[in-house]
């Protein structure tokens, strides 16, 4: 059974600082990763996709992949307001999307 | 570009009436393609996905069904719809290297 396992929170963070998302999964085989932003009553968005080991960076955004450990995770610097949503993490193997049930993120004003 | 175009945005149904939900894909070929539910404060759970014309692999035993009738179209139905149906659809096209997901669809069935 493979599964992908996130925190389901709620994470809550001061405005400015920093929200650490965190995923782990089980198949070994996986090859790519990504995390998803939804807002309540949308349609989840792509924010970063990470494919090797390491730290991938996009704005304010930093993905972190650890095959070896069976993790990824999702660090947000200086975290806003607006970035308060539900963050998706998924993992993609074979013929399939495998995605954790979320983690609630609120960043406090 | 890739898109993945999902209609009904919102559906108010009676228990008991039909469904229909379509998704298109735009801008490739044969891609596999997913129905995902979404129920209020739970994550995404698998209902159905194809990966070409005819080819459906259920993942849950429900009260749906699924049709990919071409190669850019994937259909999700009921013949009667329970309270129990209602939720958030989202369909999702794995158009590597990622995945693109539909507008979703919010599902009251009352």
């Known amino acids: 059974q493979k599964e992908v396992e996130q925190n389901s929170g709620p994470l809550s963070v001061p405005e400015g600082a920093i929200a650490s998302l965190n995923c782990t999964y089980s198949d070994r085989g996986s090859q790519s990763f990504f995390w998803y932003r939804q807002y309540s009553g949308k349609s989840p968005e792509l924010i970063m996709s990470i494919y090797s080991n390491g730290d991938k960076e996009d704005g304010r955004f930093t993905a972190q992949l650890n095959k070896a450990s069976q993790y990824v995770s999702l660090l947000i610097r200086d975290s806003q307001p607006s970035d308060s949503a539900t963050y998706l993490c998924?993992?993609?193997?074979?013929?399939?999307?495998?995605f954790g049930t979320g983690t609630s993120l609120t960043v406090i004003p | 570009s890739q898109t993945i175009h999902q209609w009904p945005a919102t559906l108010v149904q009676p228990v008991g009436s039909p469904l229909s939900l379509e998704c298109t894909v735009e801008?490739?070929?044969?891609?596999?393609l997913y129905w995902y539910r979404q129920a209020a404060g739970r994550g995404l759970q698998l209902l159905f996905y194809s990966v070409g014309i005819g080819q459906i692999s259920s993942e849950v035993p429900q009260n749906l069904s699924a049709s990919r009738p071409q190669d850019r179209q994937f259909i999700l139905s009921s013949k009667k719809l329970l309270l129990s149906d209602s939720g958030f659809y989202l369909c999702i096209g794995d158009l590597r290297p990622r995945a693109f997901f539909g507008q979703g669809t919010r599902l009251t069935v009352v």
């Open positions: 801008g490739t070929s044969n891609p596999n």
């Open positions: 998924a993992v993609n193997e074979g013929n399939q999307f495998y």
